[in-house]
C-alpha cells in the first residue's frame, strides 16, 4: 500500500524560506501516468492548492503563489519537493502532499500533513 509522508522544518521565521519533502513508502506508484500536488490548509480555512508536477516534470503553480514556489522531484516516483520562499504568517498551514494517477481530476494517495509554522 503506497503511503505518502511530509517533512519539513515545522517553524520558519518571516522573510525566509521553507522546503518540505514528500516521500513515498509501502510500495510504488503502479503507472507511469502520474501528478504530485502539493495541498494547503491555514487554520479556520478551506484546502487550498499549492501546485502539481506531472510524470513528465511539467509544473503548475497557484497564480498567487507562482513567485514564490517551487516544486521539483517525481521523476523517480520516490520523492518530491515543495519550497515556498519569502514566507509570512500567512503561510502557515498544513501542508499535504498528493498524488494522482492517470488524471490530475482526483487524489489516489494523500499523506497525513506537516505543520508549517510562520513566527518570529
Known amino acids: 500500500q503506497v503511503q505518502l509522508r511530509e517533512s519539513g522544518p515545522g517553524l520558519v521565521r518571516p522573510s525566509q524560506a521553507v522546503s518540505l519533502t514528500c516521500t513515498v513508502s509501502?510500495?510504488?506508484?503502479?503507472?507511469?501516468?502520474?501528478?504530485w500536488t502539493w495541498i494547503r490548509q491555514s487554520p479556520g480555512k478551506g484546502l487550498e492548492w499549492v501546485g502539481t508536477?506531472?510524470?513528465?516534470?511539467?509544473?503548475y503553480y497557484n497564480p498567487s503563489l507562482a513567485s514564490r514556489t517551487s516544486i521539483s522531484g517525481g521523476r523517480s516516483k520516490i520523492q518530491f519537493d515543495l519550497q515556498l520562499t519569502s514566507v509570512t504568517p500567512e503561510d502557515t498551514a498544513v501542508y499535504y502532499c498528493?498524488?494522482?494517477?492517470?488524471?490530475?481530476?482526483?487524489?489516489?494517495?494523500w499523506g497525513q500533513g506537516t505543520q508549517v509554522t510562520v513566527s518570529s
Open positions: 498528493a498524488i494522482s494517477l492517470g488524471s490530475a481530476n482526483s487524489f489516489d494517495y
Open positions: 509501502g510500495g510504488s506508484i503502479p503507472t507511469n501516468f502520474y501528478y
Open positions: 508536477r506531472t510524470y513528465a516534470g511539467a509544473t
